[in-house]
């Protein structure tokens, strides 16, 4: 367990209680981009580079643009 | 038990994960933040089954002259149909979100 | 009591995955199971049975092709079921301007960059049994290029340049060529979705490769049309 791995994990616990506390939609969308980037991150350093290259794209390339697309059609604020 | 603990340390980020988007999923109004407890839930179940399919000093699972200790590629496989099938599920998930907050805007006209 | 409920789940759940978890055995070991039972037959077979290098390319492509087509049926659903719900973007002229003008500095760096990020795609494509790469992320970078296309060109523009009706092909290519091999495996005799049923390995490689730019154009194509889906314009 290198100290890399766990800065990665502690970053990946923060970004995901960020993401999901948050108020306004669009941040909380920047944040889970930010969150897919060091998924990746980890999982290169866990010896699988070619899922790192999908999760890039995927999780907070094409994924975030659509939420985006989703939240401008829908409602941007996370009240009740 | 500590010692478990110290060695398996991203199986306990991965339930934390896990747990979080669970806590996005239940109690957080918003449909698209719900949407993303979801997403947040399944990257932690990948990060498990990656974790699960390390190995110590292991080579990327990619054949290279001289060098005979690769990790399973088998989990990793899994892993990249999973990530494929979940940008269909994400999206058509945001499209039933979508069409619900239509048909409620029309509602209240 | 409501408010209650949800922290309660969520440490029941969390106590029961911990009881889980402290009884595995230690990450990364070379004696776990899953490093005993099905690895070395993946490992040291791999190669010459398949023909490709990149050991998780042999594995979608060659020894669970049959999950993968189950795969391309799945995303192929789900662009059906979005075409139920919401139906086929239909864009009129005028009916869609950029609310913000992008610079022309913008403009011109992806005119310039564009071909390349297509370049980048195929190759990542091409590749895929060799490095690392393959169909899938391959695919989802051709669809990454289409969506920059029609985030700074206006989605009019896009839906021009790739109309409905040439995007019907590519969606539905997977399935039909997965279909083709299976039932000319199965007419020679072998099981169905069995690459290897001529005995050549040079053929095995090409169907191979085929399959890999099927997978990615047939990816590609159908998460663009989920993105243009949800990006619908409404008339009126």
Redesign the interface.
Known sequence: ?TIL??LL?LC??IL??A??LNRD?LA??VL?SA??LV?AV??QQ??????A???V???S???S???V???F???R???? | MLNSASSNLIYIASIILFLVGFYAVAARPNLIKKIIGINIMETSVFLFLIGIGTKKNGAVPIIVEGVKNYINPLPQAVVLMALVVGVGTTALSLILAVRLSESEKEERQ | MKKMFTPLLLTLLGIFFLLAVFKMPPMGNPDNPTNVVAAPRYITQGPQETGCSNLVSAIILNYRIYDTMGEMVVIFGALAAALAILGREHVKEGLSPLKVEPSPLVRIMMVIYIPFFIIFALYVIINGGFSVGGGFQGGAILASVIIIYALIFGFDNAVKRLPAKKRVFFEGMAILYFTVIGFMSVFMGKNFLDLNFLGISMFQKFLTLGLEISIGLASGVTIASLFYILKKVERG
Do not use: K, Q
Request: glycine share 6%; net charge negative; aromatic share 8%.
């Open positions: 367990m791995t766990t994990i990946l616990i995901s209680i993401v999901v939609m909380s969308i889970f969150y897919g998924m980890m999982w866990l010896g699988a580079p070619m899922l290259l999908a999760e794209i995927i999780e390339g094409i994924i643009v659509l939420f697309v989703a939240v059609r829908t409602s604020d996370d009240v009740e």
